[in-house]
């Protein structure tokens, strides 16, 4: 990865406040060309703080696009950052009316010639689309990246009718950390300390908003670009990761979107840009592959026209990596494998192939901690994001193994057919395909869960009648991978899967499983390569000038007691019992370049007995502090969030503790019972 030091225009950035129609200001900063003549604006829209949390990343790239010609634009949401309002739930209408005020107002700018592109990752990569399904006139393309089309079903929610546990709780954690800091002093004066109180009031957890429901039902849909894909008329570069839980999305927009506007692209990449260097890898030049998309839509410019290498809508509808087998390790700098482009999706290239499980049918009783090695549930490039070894996985699971003769690349989200007798009324399959090396090791390949209560649609809570028999089908998520010959392909079955999927109440009973009848069908690609696929070296601008280490005045948060491992397991053997503990990762202090100081460290714990489901317990705790010289300014915010269960209701507890030097300005404990089932 190299930083370009010069750019084909200048540049130059400001800071400004956009006003909505209410009259609620939000702030942004603008990095222009240095041109007299207008040009197209480019959109990045979120909740996450542009003057420190995404500050180093949003200098990787809003630069490099002004410096090529582009009015690029970060805005912070409504109720956030140094934004006026107060925040409101992620999946309200509102966030998307406003963030297509933003674009109308961009549009209307002088130095904006009326055309409009939005981009962005993660939650800022969903905005985008969900901007894009109302349709504004001036936005004419987006780029998303890692981004969810369904919130209830390919989100950090809800997994095939499952609590996901790791996913829903530490979402709603954070978010209630990140919604309770202030705005900043430095860019909004005095008027802070009207600002926060009004913000904290405000502020709801939302776990028990998920919780309370539980299945996919008008709150979800209406916050879901996937209930009406025909919405949205802005041309679409999807872009995803195979480690990423959202990708897909990508496989979903290319298949319903029309061909002759949309174009999806999926490498081996965790929840991170495609050009940031973190692992997995390799990284390619995005910025590039982003600047001939912008060209393209927003400038007319066209392969013909000698204005880019080749033009965009040339490109396989579907450019995907298809990994290679490799050796185990929780983090991989680059990945092995090849580029390979599908002209269609789904591909005349890919069909399915059906592996047939054979024996006598088998009681499936995975131990409650079974998932412990599951890896996290979003990686975002450190150390110990990735599954290790799967063997212990494997030998809480029913496993059945398949030979492979030829390598065999698989492409696409394999499907399993399961025939179950369950004796209780509620539980869950989890199936996972991992790659088997000569020696016994086992990588995971992709995995894909069932709450058993969703097997007749997400829309709904069907209970098992006890001791029935049923055929059950569900998909895993997608993936490019290749099975070496010699190799064997593993289908796993386990009935627990913690901490990503909350466990039922009825689930230590398991279930059996009954080979006839049931089946994995993998989506086998054919293995010539077909177009050459290519990229640029990555690239980006000069970096912002973070520094990192520890607090000035030697403040430690409440939650870093000493130096800890990214995630650690623990066992109590004479309890049975199974604690892990997880850090996010955003720990330690960074000092910006405008002076602020910001700490942040966070604490994510999963407790289990490995017999009881009752058990399950989910605990993070946050600090955060923000710390000024000039003007002097300080303020803390610390938060707890609880999740605990019996067999009928969710329990959760949630705290918020704020103080502005010694002071506590904010001091507020919820606690709510939310039914496990829909009433």
Request: net charge negative; hydrophobic share 40%.
């Amino acid at each position: 990865m190299h930083n370009r030091p010069s750019f084909p225009y200048e540049t130059a950035h400001e800071d400004l406040r956009i006003p909505l129609p209410d009259g609620t200001r939000l702030y942004a900063r603008v990095w222009r060309p240095l041109t007299n003549e207008p040009v197209p604006a480019l959109l990045e829209y979120l909740p996450y703080r542009l003057t420190d949390w995404t500050a180093p990343r949003d200098w990787q790239r809003h630069p490099w696009y002004a410096g090529h010609g582009y009015a690029s634009v970060r805005v912070d949401a409504r109720g956030h950052g140094n934004s006026e309002g107060v925040p409101g739930d992620a999946s309200a209408v509102t966030e998307a009316a406003d963030g297509a005020a933003v674009v109308e107002w961009l549009a209307s700018q002088p130095w904006c010639d009326g055309k409009v592109g939005m981009f962005g990752i993660s939650w800022g990569g969903v905005d985008p689309l969900r901007v894009a399904a109302l349709a504004p006139e001036p936005l004419k393309a987006v780029v998303t990246v890692c981004a969810t089309d369904d919130r209830y079903d390919n989100d950090v929610h809800y997994a095939g009718g499952s609590v996901l546990a790791a996913g829903l709780h530490a979402r709603a954690a954070a978010l209630l950390a990140f919604s309770s800091r202030p705005p900043d002093p430095r860019y909004v004066g005095d008027a802070w300390r009207e600002m926060w109180p009004a913000r904290l009031e405000a502020v709801e957890p939302a776990g028990h908003t998920w919780l309370a429901h539980p299945t996919r039902d008008a709150y979800w849909r209406q916050g879901s670009v996937r209930e009406n894909y025909g919405a949205i008329e802005a041309a679409v570069l999807a872009v995803g990761g195979w480690h990423d839980p959202y990708r897909d999305t990508v496989l979903g927009l290319v298949e319903h979107l029309p061909s002759d506007r949309v174009r999806g692209l999926i490498g081996p990449w965790s929840h991170q840009y495609p050009d940031r260097g973190l692992p997995p890898g390799p990284a390619i030049g995005f910025l590039r592959e982003t600047l001939r998309w912008w060209d393209h839509w927003l400038k007319g410019r066209t392969a013909s026209d000698g204005a880019s290498p080749a033009g965009v809508l040339a490109e396989p509808l579907l450019r995907a990596y298809v990994i290679g087998s490799h050796a185990q390790a929780t983090a991989h700098a680059a990945l092995p494998g090849r580029w390979v482009g599908e002209p269609a999706w789904p591909s005349p290239g890919v069909s399915s192939v059906t592996y047939t499980l054979r024996g006598a049918p088998v009681l499936v009783r995975s131990p409650m901690h079974t998932g412990v090695d599951a890896g996290r549930l979003l990686p975002i490039g450190h150390e110990a994001d990735l599954p290790p070894d799967q063997r212990a996985e494997d030998a809480r699971s029913a496993c059945f193994d398949f030979p492979v003769a030829e390598e065999t690349w698989v492409l696409g989200r394999p499907r399993v057919r399961l025939r179950l007798t369950c004796e209780v009324p509620r539980g869950q399959v989890v199936a996972r395909v991992c790659d088997v090396a000569p020696d016994g090791s086992s990588t995971l390949v992709t995995r894909g869960v069932l709450n058993l209560s969703a097997r007749h649609g997400r829309d709904r809570s069907v209970p098992w009648t006890p001791g029935a028999t049923e055929d059950v089908a569900f998909a895993l998520n997608g993936i490019g991978y290749a099975v070496p010959s010699g190799h064997r392909i593993r289908l796993a079955v386990s009935s627990a899967y913690w901490p990503w999927v909350w466990p039922e109440p009825g689930s230590a009973a398991g279930f059996t499983l009954d080979p006839a009848g049931s089946a994995l069908e993998l989506p086998v690609r054919t293995r010539d390569t077909g177009p050459a696929v290519a990229f640029e070296e990555a690239g980006q601008s000069p970096p912002l000038g973070v520094t990192h280490g520890v607090a000035a005045d030697g403040w430690s948060p409440d939650t870093l007691d000493e130096p800890r491992p990214e995630r650690r397991v623990v066992r109590d053997v004479a309890e049975g019992a199974w604690r892990l503990e997880f850090d996010p990762g955003h720990g330690g202090t960074r000092v910006y370049p405008d002076g602020l100081e910001f700490t942040e460290d966070a604490l994510e714990t999963y407790t289990i007995a490995e017999h009881d489901p009752l058990t399950a317990r989910a605990r993070s705790d946050w600090s955060i502090r923000l710390r000024r010289p000039e003007p002097a300014c300080e303020a803390v915010v610390r938060t707890r969030s609880e999740i605990i269960c019996d067999g009928v209701d969710f329990f959760t507890s949630d705290e918020v503790v704020c103080t502005a030097g010694d002071e506590v300005v904010f001091h507020r404990t919820w606690e709510k019972r939310v039914p496990r089932t829909p009433l």
